[in-house]
């Protein structure tokens, strides 16, 4: 039987993290919109109909939102499986033994918060008016091409790619899998793996380097929640327009510092970074699935 490499979406991916990790990432209310803004329709929908309600709604009348057939009932029970697997709704005991469906109290608070106008915004302009310095698309396209093929000129062992990727990246790289030690060179080797991981296009690459960058963090014990924050911040960004990082924590700047060296985001100066069209890859809802022998995988011959 043959294994599979999934390189999961975004939303994939939140609703397998730990229930702490989610109610953590809720605290902030621009999290919460980002997080609704990647949900399906149906499940955006099913969230509008309870968010302003004050007590839960029963699960009888929750039940009459899709129709008798087949294929209503499974995109219903989708859309709400979503939803809970990603702690944004929640079901509650109602009297009379009934169950009731509420979004979660945290989510519910901000969402309502920034839906009503309310909020601080999460991404600062990082220049006010005409910038002749500014750089546009086909300069950001170049230097984000440039930094992904250092990159994959390292896990293909071009001799001086050695200097050009960080340290950081070489440990993604073996946390992957991607690479491992050679008895013959100091130098890591590509791994069958990683011969897999070439065959993928672009975006799924860039995206499934992020997400094993996530789980090296969360097997370090690190905290995952300024990581995300970075993530949400791209998907607000306007490409080709500065954003100042100065409000940033230290843990966010140095994340995104690490999502300079991967070509997502482009620094022109201190304090203000801007957004390349390979950053688009954190919200999109494609994936990509490579079958892999039971043998290729981990394996390094």
Known sequence: MEAKLTCRDLLTYLQELPAAVLSNLYQHSAACLAVFRELPELSRQYIMRVLFLE?????????????????????????????????????????????????SPVFKTNLKVLICGGGTSWVVPGHVGEDKH????????????????????????????????????????????????????????????????????????????????????????LDLIPCLHCIFQLSFMVLGKDYSTEGMTPP?????????????????????????PVASVVTSSSKQTIELSPTQIHSCR
């Open 55 to 103: 007590q839960p709604l029963p699960l009888n009348m929750v039940s009459t939102w899709a129709k008798p057939n087949p294929e209503s009932q499974s995109a219903h029970q989708k859309a709400l499986s979503i939803l809970q697997n990603l702690r944004v709704s929640e079901v509650l005991p109602l009297a009379g033994g009934q169950q009731g469906m509420s979004t």
């Open 252 to 276: 966010q700047f140095e994340f995104m510092q690490n999502l300079r060296q991967f070509g997502l985001v482009y620094q022109r100066k201190e304090g203000v970074a801007m957004k390349t």
């Open 134 to 221: 500014t750089r546009d698309m086909e300069f950001l396209e170049t230097y984000a091409d440039k930094q992904w093929e250092a990159i994959l000129n390292f896990l293909v062992g071009v001799k001086h790619s050695a200097s050009e990727v960080s340290q950081e990246i070489v440990q993604v790289l073996q946390h992957a899998g991607l690479v491992c030690s050679s008895d013959q060179s100091q130098h890591p080797v590509i791994s069958n793996l990683g011969f897999q991981f070439l065959l993928m296009d672009r975006s799924a690459q860039v995206w499934y380097f992020i997400l094993q960058y996530l789980a090296m963090i969360q097997a370090r014990g």
